[in-house]
Structures are given as structure tokens and as C-alpha cells.
């Protein structure tokens, strides 16, 4: 049988329902009773009748009436909790404003990083169907790689063609290719960027059109549809529906008729265009199974999957191609996407638009986290902190009635309106910092409540939250004190409150800590990648990137010319420049051997490509335009020979098959970003049908004047905008993503290390306050101004050391992890950790110490008259 309720329990619930005008009498006569039955007849038996007079007890005359029970008046209880809030607030400035300080710092970064996330998660949301709209996409099975990935992002036109035909499921498909070309008229020319798609572009991905019928815009091959803004720098503000635009792709010109304006794509849509033109007036256009050009993307009916789609595959392929393609499928399938994940996919080859990096917004978000937590955690070490001066006032509230409840409310209430104030100081923070976030990311992202429906029911939201986080434990703790204890002085619950408060703050310092880890070690990453010997010569090398063959005809006149200027030192061309050769294919070193095929990564180059770039060759000869056979003259990197087993010197006068002689070896050299290892590399002389490229080492003397020697001279030759970059620029470009991660790191490393700070510096504060009757007591007893900051000092300081030993597993498991990623990577040494530990206990040291001085330093006597 189930024991009966404990007295305690019983007369609570006589409290519940009796009035409470009789209740003191009744329960002082009932604990009366109580205790002669227990005497008489025991425990079991006392309880028994206890329950029986509750019982009995439960009738009109005894029940409190809900209508006249005398209860606070809510509206002037609220009132009065404002009143005491505001007091407190202005009475106590410098809690108030280590406390707004650190709230308001830690709401503007999670603002800040909740708009890059937002803004980052909502591309393309914004077309019809997006649930339905995917894109299809290759895997190769064999296990080859291509810049790291097996994953390819275009496929040959006809299967497009095919799928839609044999695939009910798929309502709408189309296809696409990019490329810049130059548009202009009589008035303007410009280099742009855009799309060539098919007629059926509308169908799948819904653009506002301002003129034009989306149906019939792109129907015939010369028409093209341009976006607001190109249109209006085009033509100004006349109409420019049916006047003519040529297009020049190299030496391809043609005639274009505008057919329609479009408004601009969104800034949150991947696509990046300023035109769209028939994909079959290409110049590049491919209609052949031999070839996968197309990036395809589809809307599938509603219940139909992409896995269903991927399924069929194999029989689509097998009755539309031919029989020696069909085996090649054995080593690639064909997979659906869903588009709405497309923006944050960066692990596919080819791709067009302006991806996402999906590590940067996982790492953002949990900065943004962190760094909130790290604004509450002060909050409530402040709160904790602070309980003694309020204990009096939960005591003296819980003599006159008050109960539980209303005092946690009276609590989390003072931390909600603290939160909204730092709410509108982190505005002003947003308002200075946020363009320089805005510019740091590449993201137009900005506060905009009319234009971001979720931002405002957002802040409340947080306001909210951070309120009752931070607010969450000290409302507790304080509000169970118990008045008498509190009254005499004795108050058992402080000490659990310290312990809980030296856990935050020992969790505090080792989030710090982590992000400091973190963040030197990116930079020193960064650092490593640039200062790595990779092979080449980066400094004082011009590159110019040509669009047209006319110019790339004349190259040997310009070359004169150039040669004839002192500051100019050597000139060259090529497909690519050394910083990113992404080109391969598939070679066979032996005649008739198709068993060994090796994926190599080539481009073309003309002679003085290596004494441009400073590439030592190890055996062999360099090209040269006056060789017989200049154009099937080879160079091969070491790493080649290696994988088609040869030496160096072995290599000279091999042929390799459908792509001429090696002449040369040359030292292996990076060619792509150190994320990637060094692969087999071929250098072919070209005969200039396939350069893009023209590279300049300059003397360092007069760099305007040859810049505007090089623009002259092009411009003779070329309709293309002059273009131009230094090769250590374009180098670092390639480590943009790594660069813009280790400075935002790093900016909200150290704000978190502020945020911390400030709190220390307000519970140090606050502990010497509530300490000064000990320190005059030391004082008096002739204790040293040196060993009271030693005593005063040395519980925070061991915290910080308690969160250091925290950080270490947590910070190394995370570099590895990050470090993973790179070919060639640092190794994470000692230092990385005693660096941070070192600078944190330092900055914590200062921070104590300097009040702790002060304190020590104050006359005994008036300690012991203020206490």
C-alpha cells in the first residue's frame, strides 16, 4: 500500500484552499492533533486523521473565494518590479554598464551572424517550386579524382534531351552553359557575364520580366533578354526592345535583337548574369553525346523522387547511346540534387554561379552561439555575484507575503528589460561594425526590418531568450532564499551559487581560449601557404587575361614592342597561369597501350614561360618557337614521370600519344591551392589557338608607366577591356575563403576575450566589495599590500587555468580537424597553445590585480567603518 502524504504535504494543501485569515489558527490546532496521535497511536496512524480533518476542513465557510481573495493588484505589483529595476539600474552604473556592455556586444555578433546565415540559407528561395526544382548532376566510379572530387556538374546535351522525353516525372527541364563575351552598341561596350539557355529557361526558374513574353523571348537564335541594369547602361533610357547588340565571343561576332528586359536577379540568387542568350548561338555549342557541356537543372511532379529518376538511368543510357559509350557508364551515374542546396554545394566540379562555403556558415553559427552564451554566462556570474545586497530584499519581500513565483518573475522580468536596453545599444554597434562585416564576408547583408520579415519577431525572439537564459539561474537561486536565514546573516545557498559561478567562468575562459586556438592557427596556416617555396616566382610578374584571338595573332608584335621598355623584363603566354591549372586529360604512354591510362593536368605555353616564372627545369630543354617541330614539343613536371615510370633524364624523346615529344623535365611546382597535392602536370607548346594568358615580369621601377605601356599596346589590337592583375594578388585569391575565416575568427575571438574581461572585471569587483571588511582586517593584522593581491588574486586566476586544460583537447581535436582539409598543412606545435594560454592569464592578471591593488591599497580604518 502506498504511504500517505508527509504532514508537510498535507497542510500545503490546506494552505491551497483554506482562507487565509483562518489558516494560522486551523493549522496550529491541526499540528496540535497531530501530535497526540502520534504519541497515542504512531506515525501511520496520526497521518491518518491529520488527512481526515484536511478532509472535513473542505467546506463553504473554510474554502477562500476565488472573487474576494485578497491578492496583490498585478498592474501595481508589475509597476512596483519596474520601479525597482529602473532604481536598481541607475543606482549601480557600473554593473549596469559591464552588464549592458557585454549583453550588447554578444547580441550584435549573433545579429550580425544570424543575417550572414539567413542571407546564405535563403538563395533561390525565392523561385516558384524550388521544393521541386533539382539538378543533375555526374559521379565518376572509378575512383578518380578531379580537384579533389569524383563529382562533376555538367552532362552531354542529348541526355537532357532524352530524359525529358522518357521521363513523365520531370514536367519542366533546361539547360545551360556561361561565358563572359563583350555586348555593346554604337554608344558602349562592356565585358559581361551571362547565360546561354534553352527555351525553356522561363519554365524552370521563374524571372519577373519587365518586358518581353517569357514564352517566346528566346525562341529564335539572335534574340537576347537583358537585365534591368545592363539595359539601362546599354541604352539609357530609351526602349530597348528590338534594337540590335553585338556579341563578341574571340573573333565570333554577331548580331543580337533585344527581346526582353528582366529585373535583375536578387542578390540571394546564385545565378550571376547580366544577359541570357540561346544556348544554340553558342560559339562552343555542343549538341553530342561525346561531350558534357550542359549543366542541367528539372522539376520533378509532386510525389515524384530524384531517387526514382537516378534509378532509370541505366535503361535511358543504354537504348540512347551507343554501345561503346554505353560501357563507359559502368564508371560514372548520372544523380539528382536538390536545388535548394545548391548554393552551399562546393563539392562539385564546374559549377556555375557564386557558390557558398557550407564550412564557413556551420563554423559562423557556432561563433554566434559562443559568443551569446559567453554575454548570458556574465550575466548571471554578475547576478550570482550580487546576490548578497539582494538577499535582504527577497527576504523583506517574503516576510510581507511575497511568494516563489512572483519573485522569479520580479528577476527574469529586470533581466528581460536589461536585454531589450542592449538590444538598442547593439544597434548603434551594428550600425559602425556591420558595413565591415558586410565587406569582409562579400555579402550585401544589412539591418532591414521592412525587407527581412523574420528579423523583427527574430529580435523579440532573442530578447526573450537571452533574457530568461541569462536571467534563469539567479532568478532561481535568489528567489529561494529564506527570509529568516536571510534576516539573521545566514544565508547556506551562497556557496552553492559560487560553485556554479566558478564552472561559468571557468567555461567562459575555455570557450575563449578554443577560439583563440582556432584562430592562430588559421593564420598560421595561411601564413605557411604563403611563405611555402611552391615552385615558382610570384613577385613583380603582370598578368593580363586576353579574350580575343586578334590580340593572341599580334602577340609576337607586342612581345617586340614590350622587349624594347627597360622596366620590362620578360614576357610570356599560356592557357593558365601556374597559381591554377585546371585542365586534364587522359594519356597512354606506350603506343597501342590503352590499359594504363594516367589523368594528367596540362595547359599551353609559349617559350619563356619558364624564365618568366622562374620553373627549374631538371633535364631536357626548355620549348622553343624556332624548333622544327615546336608545336608537338612536350615538357613533363617530375611527379608525371614518376606515375608513368620514368627518371628525369629517361623521359627525353618519349612520345607520348596524340600529344608529341617530351623535350624537357621540369621541377614539380604547385599548380593548384595547397589543399590539393602536386599532380602530373603537362606543358605543350602551343600555336597560340588555345592562350589566354599573357604574362609580364616588370622591374619594380615606374609601375604605372608600364601598366599604361601594356594597355596601349593591347588596346591596337583588341576590342576586350583591358584587364590585369600581380601574380601574388591572384595567389591570394585562391586563399580568399581561408583568409576571410581566420580574420572573422580572429575579430570575434576578440571580442569574446572583451566580453570576458568585462565580466572578470565586474566580479572581481564585486568580490572585493563584498570582502573589504576582510581586507581591513588583514590590513590591521599587518598583512603586505603584495599578499592581499596574492590572496585576492589567486581564486580567478586559478579558474582561467582550470579553463585552459578545458581548451586543450577541444582546441586540438578541432585544428586537426580543420588541418585535415590541406596536402600540405603545418604541424600544430606547443607554442600554439602556450601563446593564448600565456595572453589570457596575462589579460585576467591585469584585469584582477588592477583592482585588487586598489583595494589592498585602501585605509583599514575606513574599510572596517564601511562594512
Known sequence: MKALPSPKKLLKFLKWFCKPEYHPDIEGDLLELYERKREKHGEEKARWALLKEIILLMRPGIIRSLKNSQTLNHNGMYQNYLKVACRNLFRQKRYTVINIGGLAIGIAC????????????????????????????????????????????????????????????????????????????????????????????????????????????????????????????????????GKNLTRQIRQDIKVFTVSGIIEDPPANTTFRFSFLA??????????????????????????????????????????????????????????????????????????????????????????????????CINYMNLAIARSMNRAREVGLRKAIGAVRRQLIWQFLGESILLSFVALLVAFLLLAIFLPVFAGLIERPIEVDLFENRLLLPGLGLLVLTVGLLSGSYPAFFISGLRPVQVLKGKLTNISMGRRFQRILITGQYAVSIVMIICSLVIYAQFHFMQQREIGYDREHIITMRLHDFPSLEKYRVMKSTWSNNPNIIQVTASGHLPTNITSNSVINYEEGNTDNPLVIYRTNITDDFLAVYGIELVAGKDVSPASADAKN???????????????????????????????????????????????????????????????????????????????????????????????????????KADLTMGKTVGFFTILSILIASIGLFGLVVLALDQRTREIGIRKVMGASTLSLVSTLSQDFLRLVIFGFLAAIPIAWYLTDWWLNDYAYSIDISWWMFALPAFAVFTLAFLTISSQSIKAAMSNPVECLRQE
Open 633 to 735: 614539343t612536350l615538357l613533363l613536371n617530375e611527379k608525371a614521370c614518376q606515375a608513368l615510370g620514368w627518371q628525369p633524364d629517361e623521359a627525353i624523346g618519349k612520345h607520348i600519344k596524340h600529344r608529341g615529344t617530351v623535350i624537357g623535365v621540369v621541377k614539380d611546382f604547385h599548380m593548384l591551392p595547397l589543399k590539393h597535392g602536386i599532380e602530373p602536370l603537362m606543358l605543350r607548346m602551343s600555336d597560340q589557338a588555345w592562350l589566354e594568358y599573357i604574362s609580364v615580369k616588370i622591374s619594380p621601377e615606374d609601375i604605372p608607366g608600364t601598366l599604361s605601356l601594356l594597355e596601349s599596346t593591347i588596346k591596337q589590337y583588341s576590342n576586350f577591356p583591358f584587364e590585369y592583375s600581380f601574380l601574388d594578388d591572384e595567389f591570394d585569391r585562391r586563399y
Open 110 to 241: 549573433f545579429v550580425a551572424i544570424f543575417l550572414y546565415v539567413t542571407h546564405e540559407l535563403s538563395y533561390d528561395r525565392h523561385f516558384d517550386n524550388i521544393d521541386r526544382i533539382y539538378r543533375v548532376y555526374t559521379h565518376e566510379k572509378s575512383g578518380e579524382e578531379y580537384l579533389g572530387s569524383a563529382y562533376y556538374a555538367t552532362i552531354p546535351l542529348p541526355l537532357a534531351e532524352a530524359m525529358m522525353t522518357e521521363f513523365p516525372e520531370i514536367t519542366h527541364l533546361t539547360s545551360m552553359e556561361e561565358h563572359d563575351v563583350l555586348l555593346g552598341n554604337e554608344r558602349h561596350h562592356y565585358l559581361e557575364n551571362g547565360l546561354w539557355v534553352d527555351t525553356r529557361f522561363f519554365d524552370v526558374f521563374s524571372f519577373r520580366f519587365l518586358q518581353g513574353n517569357p514564352s517566346t523571348a528566346l525562341s529564335h537564335p539572335e534574340s537576347i533578354v537583358l537585365t534591368r541594369s545592363l539595359a539601362s547602361k546599354l541604352f539609357g533610357n530609351d526602349d530597348p526592345i
Open 278 to 375: 540561346p544556348l544554340q548561338s553558342h560559339i562552343y555549342y555542343r549538341n553530342s553525346w561525346d561531350t558534357s557541356n550542359a549543366h542541367t537543372f528539372l522539376v520533378l511532379s509532386k510525389g515524384a523522387t530524384a531517387e526514382a529518376i537516378a534509378s532509370k538511368m541505366p535503361d535511358l543510357l543504354k537504348k540512347y547511346q551507343k554501345e561503346s559509350l554505353w560501357t563507359n557508364y559502368h564508371q560514372e551515374a548520372y544523380l539528382l540534387q536538390p536545388f535548394r542546396e545548391y548554393h552551399l554545394e562546393n563539392q562539385v566540379n564546374n559549377d556555375i554561379g557564386l557558390k557558398g562555403n557550407p564550412r564557413l556558415v556551420s563554423t559562423f553559427s557556432v561563433i554566434a552561439v559562443l559568443v551569446l552564451l559567453l554575454a
